[in-house]
């Protein structure tokens, strides 16, 4: 089964979806989840999408360092609710291309799965298709 | 949110660690917050923090831990910091030592006070310029100016 998950954080609320369901399958496997937030090199006030549902209501990042603190944010709230399932976790912020980001942190760790949460297919083509570990999209 | 400057302990900043491993060097630190009664039962705060730093690594790359807790044990969200000049294994992913140390202590109900704490921090040491001040500094009033500073 899956060692090592590589979890795609953004700011969709699929993505909070997505967190959910990769810690359950972390305590399942015994998995470790590597969450991931990618920043764009540019940051445009339309980087951040919809607000999860959870910082609905809370003040919207803004570009650059407000963008990155957010994104630690969110990923510290995924590693608090690990740490409270018992699942071990490691957090990573990377700047640059999305798919080439990703791609390399699979390589990096050696991870054997990507989970990330989406509404449709759109948009990730190319990564599902030039990921050598399996996909599971979540919506 | 207050600011990070204002939540470190003059008394619990320490510019040569002398512990030499990561649990040695929380030890270390959390005995500064102890001293201080900032922490009101010492053995539920290392089972917390030495809990999370068996699940995970809390050292972020670039030289950088900082080992958390969110506990009943502690009284008020504070910051403690060291720094080891020989470096300290964290089991960082980037597989290198740990020069600088910030250790957060919470208190249990300060869930997003403390999620927003280690997210300032993480994107404020991500800088270079700070952890090359933060090597510079060479007393504790330094260290917190140089924090105020880039905040």
């Not at chain 1, 810690?23 to 999860?52: G, H, K, S, Y």
């Not at chain 2, 997003?112 to 997210?119: D, F, G, N, W």
């Amino acid at each position: 089964m899956y060692q090592k998950v590589l979890l795609y954080v953004d700011d969709r609320p699929e993505s909070e979806k997505a967190a959910s369901e990769a810690l359950r399958l972390a305590r399942v496997c015994d998995a470790r989840i590597f969450a991931t937030w990618v920043m764009p090199e540019t940051v445009t006030p339309t980087a951040l999408a919809q607000p999860t549902k959870r910082r609905a209501g809370k003040r919207k990042a803004q570009p650059g360092s407000e963008l990155e603190e957010h994104a630690w944010s969110r990923l510290y709230e995924i590693e608090d609710d690990a740490f409270e399932q018992n699942v071990r976790i490691s957090l990573l912020l990377e700047t640059g291309n999305r798919d080439d980001k990703l791609l390399a942190v699979i390589d990096s760790y050696q991870l054997d799965a990507l989970m990330l949460g989406t509404r449709s297919i759109a948009g990730w083509e190319a990564l599902i298709e030039r990921s050598p570990v399996a996909v599971m999209l979540i919506r | 949110m207050e600011k990070l400057s204002a939540m470190m302990v003059q008394e619990a900043v320490v510019l040569d660690l002398k512990a030499q491993d990561k649990v040695g060097v929380i030890k270390e630190l959390a005995q500064l917050l102890i001293a201080r009664d900032l922490i009101t039962d010492p053995d539920e705060f290392y089972a917390a923090i030495l809990r999370r730093e068996n699940l995970e690594s809390t050292g972020i790359g670039s030289g950088i831990a900082i080992p958390h807790a969110r506990t009943k044990a502690v009284k008020q969200l504070v910051l403690a910091f060291g720094r080891s000049v020989a470096g300290v294994d964290f089991n960082s992913l980037d597989n290198k030592p740990c020069y600088d140390i910030f250790l957060i202590a919470a208190p249990e109900e300060k869930k997003s006070e403390y999620i927003a704490t280690l997210a300032r921090l993480s994107k404020f040491l991500r800088r270079e310029e700070v952890r090359n001040d933060l090597t510079q500094a060479k007393t504790a009033e330094e260290v917190i100016e140089i924090v105020r500073r880039y905040e």
